[in-house]
């Protein structure tokens, strides 16, 4: 898996990005990370806004100097402004985009950031990931077996290769500076007509293949794969081997970073998710606490959860069901 290494800057740089639409969420995550990382001695987060309103960064300020933090919310503007070309997001958000730029608006001092999701939970210290060493890869993240074959294929990868979620990215800036990353990221979008079906998380995959470092899974842990074995996900790609069964059932146990990834978001009226009330406690300790539950989805919600158990039971019937339906959920969003 990887060494670690004794990180010897002071402060430990956290970066989040997001908008008007993603800030309950944003203080959710924040909350439970600022709670679970006392230990750590000099932290600053980095929220990257994408056109957030004076209120809601206030709030999330107050909230980090509350438990004596540091905060900097540095402004991204009009995102799609930042391309040389047009841009399609299939649907995603398009703040999503907004992590591809850290390097080039936060402050040259910044060389190494931890950069997580919106719609995370840490449920631990953080700082063994900080200090995770990354040898000669430009990031670090966490392997996604069960992403779409379209989606690998259109990057040019194969169905055994790596192929990594970009919820949390412990990122090397001082090497993204000096070796141009994001120039290399703008120019492999463009070349696929800035439309790949994961945007940012595609983009980072294939230009910058082979030097990502994999990073165990404990440290963004998906909530669905709590019904997926380990034998499913290595048969989906080989190259999860390289995480190991060990730990998967380690990250299954006691995960430090839990990701709401899927459409069994805990702000949705009706979800089931097993980790909601985590999102639910944290939430509640924030300025947006009793914000509404989305509603509309409740038949969904509960074809989801039976989803979910039938994946304990039967694997492959989620794995038919993704590979004919998945691409059609996300290419019927209209969000952005």
Same mark, same amino acid.
């Given at each position: 898996?990887? %060494?670690?290494?004794?990180?010897?800057?002071?402060?430990?740089?956290?970066?989040?990005?997001?908008?008007?639409?993603?800030?309950?969420?944003?203080?959710?995550? +924040?909350?439970?990370?600022?709670?679970?990382?006392?230990?750590?001695?000099? !932290?600053?987060?980095?929220?990257?806004?994408?056109?957030?309103?004076?209120?809601?960064?206030?709030?999330?300020?107050?909230?980090?100097?509350?438990? &004596?933090?540091?905060?900097?919310?540095?402004?991204?503007?009009?995102?799609?402004?930042?391309?040389?070309?047009?841009? =399609?997001?299939?649907?995603?958000?398009?703040?999503?985009?907004?992590?591809?730029? $850290?390097?080039?608006?936060?402050?040259?001092?910044?060389?190494?950031?931890?950069?997580?999701?919106?719609?995370?939970?840490?449920?631990?210290?953080?700082?063994?990931?900080?200090?995770w060493?990354?040898?000669?890869? +430009?990031?670090?993240m966490?392997?996604?077996?069960?992403?779409?074959?379209?989606? *690998?294929?259109?990057?040019?990868?194969?169905?055994d290769? $790596?192929?990594?979620?970009?919820g949390?990215?412990?990122?090397?800036?001082? /090497?993204w500076?000096?070796?141009?990353?994001?120039?290399?990221l703008?120019?492999?979008?463009?070349?696929?007509? &800035? /439309?790949?079906?994961?945007?940012?998380?595609?983009?980072?995959?294939?230009?910058?293949?082979?030097?990502?470092?994999?990073?165990?899974?404990k440290?963004?842990?998906?909530?669905?794969?709590?019904?997926?074995?380990? =034998?499913?996900?290595? &048969?989906?790609?080989?190259?999860?081997?390289?995480?190991?069964?060990? %730990?998967?059932?380690?990250?299954?146990?006691?995960?430090?970073?839990?990701?709401?990834?899927?459409?069994e978001?805990?702000?949705?009226?009706?979800?089931?998710?097993?980790?909601? *009330? +985590?999102?639910?406690?944290?939430?509640?300790?924030?300025?947006?606490?009793?914000?509404? *539950?989305?509603?509309?989805?409740?038949?969904? !919600?509960?074809?989801?959860?039976?989803?979910?158990?039938?994946?304990?039971?039967?694997?492959?019937?989620? +794995?038919?069901?993704?590979?004919?339906?998945?691409?059609?959920?996300?290419?019927?969003?209209?969000?952005s």
């Open positions: 898996m990887g %060494a670690i290494m004794k990180w010897n800057k002071e402060t430990v740089n956290i970066i989040y990005a997001s908008n008007d639409g993603y800030a309950g969420h944003l203080a959710a995550s +924040l909350v439970s990370l600022l709670e679970n990382n006392r230990q750590i001695p000099h !932290m600053h987060v980095y929220v990257l806004s994408v056109n957030m309103c004076g209120l809601y960064k206030e709030r999330l300020r107050r909230m980090a100097e509350g438990y &004596g933090r540091g905060f900097t919310a540095v402004e991204l503007g009009d995102l799609k402004q930042r391309f040389t070309y047009d841009i =399609d997001t299939r649907g995603f958000d398009i703040s999503a985009m907004g992590r591809l730029f $850290a390097a080039e608006v936060l402050p040259e001092t910044v060389e190494r950031a931890l950069y997580l999701d919106c719609d995370t939970i840490v449920c631990g210290s953080i700082l063994p990931l900080y200090e060493d990354l040898g000669d890869c +430009l990031v670090g966490v392997m996604e077996p069960t992403v779409y074959g379209e989606m *690998k294929e259109a990057l040019g990868m194969g169905r290769d $790596a192929y990594y979620n970009s949390v990215l412990l990122i090397a800036l001082g /090497r500076r000096r070796e141009r990353v994001l120039t290399r703008l120019d492999f979008y463009g070349a696929h007509a &800035g /439309r790949l079906f994961a945007c940012d998380q595609d983009t980072i995959n294939g230009a910058l293949r082979g030097q990502i470092r994999t990073l165990p899974p440290y963004n842990f998906f909530t669905n794969y709590r019904y997926f074995r380990y =034998d499913t996900l290595y &048969g989906l790609c080989r190259a999860y081997e390289e995480v190991g069964r060990e %730990a998967f059932a380690e990250a299954k146990r006691y995960p430090v970073v839990l990701h709401y990834l899927g459409d978001r805990p702000w949705i009226a009706g979800n089931r998710n097993h980790y909601r *009330k +985590l999102y639910e406690t944290y939430l509640d300790r924030t300025p947006w606490k009793g914000t509404p *539950k989305q509603t509309g989805k409740e038949l969904y !919600m509960f074809l989801w959860w039976g989803l979910n158990k039938a994946t304990l039971l039967c694997p492959g019937l989620r +794995l038919w069901i993704s590979r004919r339906f998945g691409m059609k959920v996300i290419d019927a969003r209209k969000k």
